[in-house]
């Protein structure tokens, strides 16, 4: 989640000497959302490959929240000269069974599904009542003082992401319907990645 980077993370990372850079990726956060654009995991790795070139960094620490730890980490395995480290949030890479995902992803990663998903997105009262469960769902073992915070910050900032409108909706349902077949495909280079000795912090 670039957004929570951006207001939380930034300020003690660059108060310790480090240069940050955030960005949405298209469809998500403050970025573009143009109709019919289309979103991947592949187009995700391009954008980041885009910022670095047109930046012109070095070397880099690419830090993979959520839906953008396959970016972190395949830009890591394709341009290892470029890397000092990765730092992974909440990500995922491969296939585990042991993984448990969120009702919500669970539900539009779900191939044949599509056409409810499709039918969610285009009822606001429908897509509401999902996105309510889910946000429920995410606090119910938070503590006191995480729920103030995701009360005062947090929840706001994710729930503006996908209500406003245009919003990231058609963007997360594109890319969770790829996810089976990303984990599947990152399952199969995974040994690339260790091949590299790069360090991986997880968060």
Same mark, same amino acid.
């Given at each position: 989640?670039?957004? $929570?980077?951006?207001?939380?993370?930034?300020?003690?990372?660059?108060?310790?000497?480090?240069?940050? *850079?955030? @960005?949405?990726?298209?469809?998500?956060?403050?970025?573009? +959302?143009? %109709?019919? #654009?289309?979103?991947?995991?592949?187009?995700?790795?391009?954008?980041?490959? *885009?910022? *670095?070139?047109?930046?012109? !960094?070095? +070397?880099?620490?690419?830090?993979?929240?959520?839906?953008?730890?396959?970016?972190?980490?395949? $830009?890591?395995?394709?341009?290892?000269?470029?890397?000092?480290? *990765?730092?992974?949030?909440?990500?995922? $890479?491969?296939?585990?069974?042991?993984?448990?995902?969120?009702?919500?992803?669970?539900?539009?990663?779900?191939?044949?599904?599509? #056409?409810?998903?499709?039918?969610?997105?285009?009822?606001?009262?429908?897509?509401?009542?999902? !996105?309510?469960?889910? /946000?429920?769902?995410?606090?119910?073992? !938070?503590?006191?003082?995480?729920?103030? @915070? $995701? %009360?005062? @910050?947090?929840?706001?900032?994710?729930?503006?992401?996908?209500?406003?409108?245009?919003?990231?909706?058609? %963007?997360?349902?594109?890319?969770?319907?790829?996810?089976?077949?990303?984990?599947?495909?990152?399952?199969?280079?995974?040994? +690339?990645? /260790?091949?590299?000795?790069?360090?991986?912090?997880?968060?």
């Amino acid at each position: 989640m670039i957004g $929570y980077l951006r207001s939380v993370g930034k300020p003690y990372l660059t108060a310790g000497g480090r240069r940050v *850079v955030v @960005f949405d990726f298209l469809g998500f956060g403050a970025s573009d +959302k143009t %109709a019919g #654009a289309k979103y991947s995991f592949e187009q995700q790795l391009c954008d980041l490959y *885009v910022v *670095v070139q047109e930046l012109n !960094l070095d +070397k880099i620490i690419p830090v993979g929240h959520g839906s953008s730890g396959p970016a972190a980490v395949n $830009y890591t395995i394709e341009h290892p000269e470029h890397i000092d480290c *990765v730092c992974l949030m909440n990500a995922f $890479y491969v296939d585990s069974p042991t993984a448990k995902y969120p009702e919500l992803i669970e539900l539009f990663a779900t191939t044949n599904l599509k #056409a409810l998903t499709q039918a969610i997105l285009r009822s606001p009262e429908q897509y509401a009542c999902a !996105l309510n469960f889910q /946000w429920s769902k995410l606090q119910e073992y !938070l503590k006191e003082d995480q729920k103030e @915070f $995701y %009360a005062r @910050f947090l929840g706001p900032l994710i729930d503006a992401n996908f209500r406003n409108q245009p919003g990231s909706g058609p %963007a997360f349902a594109k890319m969770t319907s790829q996810l089976f077949e990303e984990l599947a495909k990152n399952t199969k280079r995974i040994n +690339k990645m /260790w091949a590299n000795d790069i360090p991986v912090k997880l968060i």
